[in-house]
């Protein structure tokens, strides 16, 4: 069974940043893409952005491109989101995610595990 666990997430003034975490357990974590959505009360889960098994392809929700970087470092089965310029329509439940193929793209069920989830925060 795979598991994943988000951290990093908290409360910051719009402007600010953020980095969040999500490490994967299991031996296969560098084979698959990862990505991350964030869910926002009484609304849809969202693509937010997702990445390769190697890191070499990434692809983001226009709403964060040029202000989040999403990155993995697959020795220490970790998936990052870098979180810049924040807004406070950034405020959301944030989700690490695992595939089980070498690329997913922008809906859930190309997604097989999910975290449990870690709450961001920006306030005007």
């Known amino acids: 069974q795979v598991q994943l666990v988000e951290s990093g997430g908290g409360s910051v003034q719009a402007g600010g940043s953020l980095r969040l975490s999500c490490v994967t357990s299991?031996?296969?974590?560098?084979?698959?893409?990862m990505g991350w959505f964030r869910q926002a009360p009484g609304k849809e889960r969202e693509f937010v952005a997702t990445i390769s098994w190697s890191g070499g392809s990434t692809y983001y929700a226009d709403s964060v491109k040029g202000r989040f970087t999403i990155s993995r470092d697959n020795a220490k089965n970790t998936v990052y989101l870098q979180m810049n310029s924040l807004k406070p329509e950034d405020t959301a439940v944030y989700y690490c995610?695992?595939?089980?193929?070498?690329?997913?793209?922008?809906?859930?069920?190309?997604?097989?595990?999910w975290g449990q989830g870690t709450q961001v925060t920006v306030s005007s």
């Open positions: 995610a695992t595939a089980s193929t070498r690329w997913a793209g922008q809906t859930k069920y190309e997604y097989d595990y």
């Open positions: 299991g031996e296969t974590f560098s084979m698959y893409g």
